[in-house]
Nanobody, 123 residues
Framework: QLQLVESGGGLVQPGGSLRLSCAASEFTLDYYSIGWVRQAPGKEREGVSCTSPSGDRTNYPDSLKDRFTIDRDNAKRTVYLQMNSLKPEDTAVYYC????????????????WGQGTQVTVSS
């Protein structure tokens, strides 16, 4: 079973940057789209970004595409989320999730999930 482990979260001031990592243990990521999903307290989960298995296609909500960048290194079995110009409203637990095949906007289609990493944007 594919296991995903997120890292890189923490406390950052508004306007700062963080780079999250999602590492897969043992199994190749070559056949999986990887999405980043966040959940703020009291709010529903929100898809942040997704990268296709080869990395040639990426998806972002319009509200985030100028600040967030997803990329992947399949040789290292790792997917990254670079977050710039962070705002307090970006505060959430960030999860990575895997789906065999194409990216999907339906979060329930993602089969494997990490445990999440907390991102807090505050002065």
């Amino acid at each position: 079973q594919l296991q995903l482990v997120e890292s890189g979260g923490g406390l950052v001031q508004p306007g700062g940057s963080l780079r999250l990592s999602c590492a897969a243990s043992e199994f190749t990521l070559d056949y999986y789209s990887i999405g980043w999903v966040r959940q703020a307290p009291g709010k529903e989960r929100e898809g942040v970004s997704c990268t296709s298995p080869s990395g040639d296609r990426t998806n972002y909500p319009d509200s985030l595409k100028d600040r967030f960048t997803i990329d992947r290194d399949n040789a290292k079995r790792t997917v990254y989320l670079q977050m710039n110009s962070l705002k307090p409203e970006d505060t959430a637990v960030y999860y990575c999730a895997a789906l065999k095949g194409r990216c999907s906007s339906r979060l329930e289609e993602y089969e494997y999930w990490g445990q999440g990493t907390q991102v807090t944007v505050s002065s």
